[in-house]
């Protein structure tokens, strides 16, 4: 009987032992935190990312419309200077998932739908086809410059945001400064009131 009692103290006596025992406590804390942090991190990384893409994104639209409607006249020449000038936006990110496209677009002055004059880019609009724009935009008679940029965002760690990546987009209007309408190639011509 005696051997059994003194066991059971024994037991009861190291198991007080390890509870007192606060050495390992740091680590066992640190192997428990560090998995959260490191979502974090990566987290932030990647979600700042995300949104310096999408600022150039942004700033890739404006300048395609505003490049654009600086002049009187543009070719094809000058489309493929514009699109490379916007490019140039997305340094130090990837190009390659920039999709982008220029439109001419001439409000009509009775419905004041907005209907496309020409069109160049990743995914041209046809030619008469109707855009919806803003309606404080829709002022009859007058042309407009609009411009869309989309990018496919693909995340370098992709356990936060999606691993096939977000799309991104941004559009941007601009008037002509130069005259009423921006000529494309001999083919197009400013209609008037």
């Known amino acids: ?7 059971w103290h024994r037991a009861r006596y ?3 032992r390890l509870i007192e025992d606060r050495s390992g406590l740091a680590a066992i804390e640190f192997a428990m935190i560090v998995p959260i942090m490191l979502v974090m991190f ?13 600022r150039k994104v942004t700033l ?8 654009t409607s600086q002049s009187a006249s543009v070719g094809d020449a000058d489309m493929t200077n514009f699109f490379a000038a916007s490019v140039g ?20 002055p009775t419905t004041h739908a907005a209907r496309v004059q020409w069109s160049k880019g990743s995914f041209p ?8 724009i803003p309606t404080d935009l829709a002022v009859g008679g007058t042309y407009v410059i609009f411009s869309e940029v989309s ?3 693909t995340p370098a ?25 921006v000529f494309y190639g001999s083919d197009t011509a400013c209609k008037t009131l």
Do not use: H, N, W
Not at 1 to 7: A, T
Not at 89 to 108: G, N, R
Not at 125 to 132: D, L
Not at 157 to 181: E, F, N
């Open 151 to 153: 990018y496919l965002y």
């Open 1 to 7: 009987m005696k051997p059994m009692s003194q066991m």
């Open 60 to 67: 890739m639209a404006r300048t395609l419309s505003d490049l």
């Open 125 to 132: 609009r046809g030619t008469s086809t109707i855009v919806t």
């Open 89 to 108: 936006i997305m340094t130090p990110y990837d190009s390659a998932p920039v999709k982008s496209t220029i439109t001419e677009l001439y409000i009509d």
């Open 157 to 181: 760690v992709g356990y936060l945001i999606a691993k096939a990546g977000i799309t991104l987009s941004d559009v941007s209007y601009t008037r002509p400064r130069q005259s009423t309408c």
């Open 42 to 54: 990566f987290g932030v990384v990647e979600f700042s990312s995300a949104v310096a893409v999408d």
């Open 14 to 16: 190291l198991a007080l």
